[in-house]
C-alpha cells in the first residue's frame, strides 16, 4: 500500500497538465491569502514598526542577528520550541512534519516524480499529520481539554485545522479506494479536492498564517533577549550572589534553587 | 489597568483562564486564543500576567495615568521560588525588584492563636497589631518614617 502512486493512477483520467495546474493555483491562492491576511491585519507593519522602535537597547550586529535567526528557525520553528504543553508540542511536531512530507511529496509526484519515495513520504507524512491532527482536535483542543466543550462542536478557529484534517483523511481514503479500484473513489476523490481547496484557499479567514507570524514573533522575542530589552521584562533572579544576599531574600536562603513546578504541576482543566 | 494578550505570544493554554479570580480571561472563539471579554470588570490583580508562561499578557494603564512608554512587567518564577518586578517610568527611570514568594500551599499558614500568650497590658495599650513587629520585619528597628529617613514630604508632584 506504501508504494501505491494514486497521481500515477489519477493520470489516466485527469490530464497532467490540470493536476499541475490545480497545484500551482493553491500555491497562488496561499501566497495572495497570506499577503491579505499581513496587510489586513497588519502584523507587518507591527512587527517592523516594533522593530524601529527607539527604546531597542544594545545594538546587534549582522552576525548576531543570522545567528538569532538560525536559533529560532532551529529551536522554535523545526523543534516546536514554544510550546511548553509536551503533548501539544509533540502533537504539533506530528502535524506539521507530516504536512510538510505530504504536500511536498503531492507536489513531486504530480510533477512525475516516479522515485519510490515519493509515495511511501505520502503516506507516512499523512498518516503522521493525522495522529497529530485528531490527537489535538479530540483531546488538546483547549476549550475542549479546558473548558469541557463537545468534541464535535465547530467553530471559526476550527477551519484550518479541520480543512487540513479532512483534506489529508479523504486523500488517503480516495488513495486507498482507488488500489482497490472501488467506484466510490470518485466521490471522496471530489470530497479531498474540496476540502483541498478550502485549506489553501481559506488562508485570510483561518490560521494557516500563524507558520508566518509566530517565527516572527519568536525572532523578536530573541533579539529582545540578544538586546538587553527582554520585552520589558524583569532580568533579576536568584542566581546572582548579589541577589541572594539581600535582606529581602532571607527566606530562601536555605532553599533550593528548584523548587518545583508549582502552577505547572498541572494543566489548566478546572474551569 | 485592565489586562491585555498579545495575540502573537499567547499559544492558547488557558493558564489564565483558570486562575482569573474574575473569570474575565477566555478563549477566544475565532483565533483560539486568550482575551480579556470585559475590561472594565478587570480587578487588576495581575493573577494570569504572572499565571502566563508564554509572558503574553500585559496590562494597559489607563492613558491619564501612565502614557507612553512607561512598563510594568513581572515574572513569577516559581521553580526559582521568586517574584521579579520591572518597573519603566514614562520619564526612563527604571525599578527592579526580586523577592520570594510567599504563597504557602493550602492549609499550612494558619496561625495556631490557641497556643498564642495572650497580650500583655503594654502590648494592648501599644500601637502594634498581632505578631508586629516580627511579621512585618520591624524587628532590626523601629517604624520607617520619613523623619529616620531625614526626608520631609513636599507639596505637589516631586520628580
Given at each position: 500500500m506504501l508504494d501505491f502512486n494514486p497521481f500515477a493512477e489519477l493520470s489516466a483520467s485527469i490530464p497532467p497538465a490540470v493536476m499541475k495546474g490545480y497545484v500551482v493555483l493553491m500555491a497562488v491562492l496561499v501566497a495572495a491569502g497570506t499577503l491579505f491576511d499581513i496587510v489586513h491585519k497588519g502584523s507587518a507593519k507591527y512587527f517592523f514598526t516594533n522593530w524601529r522602535r527607539p527604546n531597542r537597547g544594545r545594538a546587534l550586529g549582522a552576525g548576531e542577528l543570522v545567528s538569532i535567526a538560525a536559533k529560532t528557525a532551529v529551536v522554535?520553528?523545526?523543534?516546536?520550541?514554544?510550546?511548553?504543553?509536551t503533548k501539544r508540542r509533540i502533537a504539533h511536531l506530528l502535524t506539521m512534519y507530516g504536512f510538510v512530507l505530504h504536500v511536498v511529496a503531492t507536489v513531486a509526484m504530480v510533477f512525475?516524480?516516479?522515485?519510490?519515495v515519493w509515495p511511501r513520504l505520502w503516506w507516512i507524512g499523512g498518516i503522521m499529520l493525522l495522529v497529530g491532527g485528531y490527537w489535538f482536535w479530540f483531546f488538546i483542543r483547549v476549550d475542549v481539554a479546558a473548558e469541557g466543550s463537545s468534541r464535535f462542536r465547530l467553530m471559526h478557529a476550527d477551519l484550518f485545522v479541520l480543512s487540513l484534517l479532512a483534506s489529508v483523511t479523504f486523500g488517503l481514503i480516495w488513495a486507498w479506494l482507488l488500489a482497490r479500484g472501488s467506484g466510490a473513489a470518485w466521490v471522496v476523490f471530489a470530497l479531498y479536492v474540496l476540502a483541498s481547496t478550502v485549506l489553501f484557499g481559506g488562508v485570510p479567514w483561518s490560521k494557516f498564517a500563524h507558520m508566518f507570524f509566530k517565527p516572527a514573533a519568536a525572532f523578536e522575542k530573541r533579539v529582545s533577549e540578544a538586546d538587553g530589552?527582554?520585552?520589558?521584562?524583569?532580568?533579576?533572579?536568584?542566581?546572582d550572589p548579589e541577589q541572594q544576599a539581600r535582606h529581602s531574600m532571607e527566606l530562601l536562603r536555605n532553599a533550593p534553587m528548584d523548587m518545583g513546578l508549582g502552577i505547572k504541576r498541572e494543566a489548566p482543566r478546572h474551569y | 489597568m485592565p489586562t491585555f494578550v498579545y495575540m502573537t505570544r499567547c499559544d492558547g493554554c488557558g493558564h489564565c483562564v483558570d486562575i482569573c479570580p474574575s473569570d474575565i480571561m477566555h478563549i477566544d472563539k475565532t483565533y483560539r486564543r486568550a482575551y480579556n471579554i470585559e475590561p472594565n470588570m478587570?480587578?487588576?490583580?495581575?493573577s494570569c500576567v504572572k499565571a502566563c508562561p508564554q509572558h503574553a499578557i500585559d496590562m494597559r494603564g489607563y492613558a491619564d495615568f501612565a502614557p507612553l512608554g512607561h512598563s510594568v512587567r513581572v515574572h513569577r518564577d516559581e521553580q526559582k521560588g521568586t517574584i521579579a518586578w520591572r518597573i519603566k517610568f514614562r520619564n526612563g527611570t527604571e525599578k527592579n525588584f526580586l523577592s520570594p514568594i510567599t504563597t504557602k500551599p493550602?492549609?499550612?499558614?494558619?496561625?495556631k492563636l490557641k497556643d498564642v500568650p495572650a497580650p500583655s497590658k503594654e502590648m494592648r495599650d501599644g500601637q502594634l497589631l498581632y505578631n508586629e513587629p516580627k511579621w512585618i520585619r520591624m524587628d532590626d528597628g523601629g517604624l520607617r518614617t520619613l523623619k529616620d529617613a531625614r526626608l520631609t514630604l513636599k507639596k505637589g508632584v516631586a520628580y
Open positions: 522554535d520553528v523545526l523543534a516546536s520550541g514554544e510550546f511548553c504543553h512525475g516524480g516516479t522515485a519510490d530589552t527582554h520585552q520589558n521584562l524583569p532580568t533579576l533572579t536568584r542566581d | 478587570c480587578w487588576e490583580c495581575y493550602w492549609g499550612q499558614a494558619i496561625p
